[in-house]
């Protein structure tokens, strides 16, 4: 199955272009969590493990962010290691490492997340140039998220900056994405910030069939519905992240849990007139 096969299944099954985001935080873990276990690596491992339990029939994707497993230290790795196996074999697993370096060290960063923890898609920072995708591109069962209109105020900085002939580096890295997928086998597809809607489509443009790893609703504050008016005219499929936002809702509550479930399907109401258009 390929990698757009099995996000178009993922999304049909579930009904839903959310994706969790596992961004455990351990200032904010709740406190029956915390006073359950003491070492770090196992409140983060049995958090993430039920966030996934009680939101998995909710959500097509989950985005563990690395910086949240590198900063538990020498053991962080195996800890996301336990959590990516704990989410069910349908669901797209992205790795968020935001990578993107030389080819010879690319191809090691490929090997460890494409290979090694076989997850299904990795984010990349395309600063150091097309090369940073290169080792990537020869596997049609994974994808790429390219990271083209960031959903900080800090794309302000470089991405959208007029950019050779374009109105922004974001619109030239959405034309190259869509001009290289001609030879790649990994799929292509790109980030885009939810709090960036009103660039978002002059960028969507140039990549119409890019799959969307979109951040920036719930914590962020991005609007839906301007992201729905964004999405009018594209064809790949979205997910569409919300971390904080679900996870640590009901922080400090004995039925945690369930506050997250409840928060995964509300947000996965909220963006069905999103993700009817891809069901
Ligand atoms: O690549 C990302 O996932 C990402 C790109 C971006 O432009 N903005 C952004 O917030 N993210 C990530 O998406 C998640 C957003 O988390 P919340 O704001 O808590 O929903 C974090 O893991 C961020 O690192």
């Not at 968020?96 to 290979?115: C, L, M, N, V």
């Not at 580096?169 to 885009?192: C, N, P, W």
């Amino acid at each position: 199955m390929t990698f757009t096969e099995k996000l178009r299944a993922s999304v049909q099954e579930t009904g839903s272009t959310l994706c969790v985001g596992l961004d455990p935080n351990l200032d904010l873990l709740p406190q029956p969590v915390k006073q359950q276990f003491e070492s770090r690596e196992e409140q983060v491992s049995y958090f993430c493990k039920l966030v996934i339990d009680y939101t998995a029939e909710h959500a097509a994707a989950f985005k563990p962010n690395l910086a949240f497993f590198e900063a538990l230290g020498k053991d962080g790795l195996s800890v996301f290691e336990e959590v990516i196996s704990h989410i069910p074999e349908n669901k797209i697993i992205i790795a968020d490492a935001k990578r993107g370096d030389i080819s010879s060290t690319a191809d090691h960063y490929k090997k460890a997340y494409f290979d090694e923890f076989n997850v299904d898609a990795i984010t990349i920072n395309p600063l150091m140039g097309f090369e940073t995708l290169e080792a990537f591109s020869k596997d049609e069962t994974k994808g790429l998220y390219v990271l083209a209109l960031t959903s900080n105020s800090g794309a302000s900085d470089f991405l959208k900056q007029p950019y050779k002939n374009f109105e922004s580096m974001s619109e030239y890295i959405a034309d190259q994405l869509s001009k290289k997928s001609r030879f790649s086998d990994t799929h292509l597809g790109m980030v885009i910030g939810a709090t960036q809607a009103e660039e978002a489509s002059s960028v969507l443009k140039y990549h119409p069939e890019g799959a969307l790893l979109i951040p920036g609703i719930g914590a962020q504050g991005g609007s839906i519905s301007e992201l729905e008016k964004a999405l009018t005219h594209h064809t790949g499929i979205p997910l569409i992240n919300s971390s904080r936002g679900i996870i640590y809702a009901g922080k400090d509550e004995g039925d945690w849990p369930e506050y997250v479930a409840e928060q995964a399907k509300s947000m996965k109401q909220k963006l069905s007139s999103i993700t009817k258009k891809y069901v």
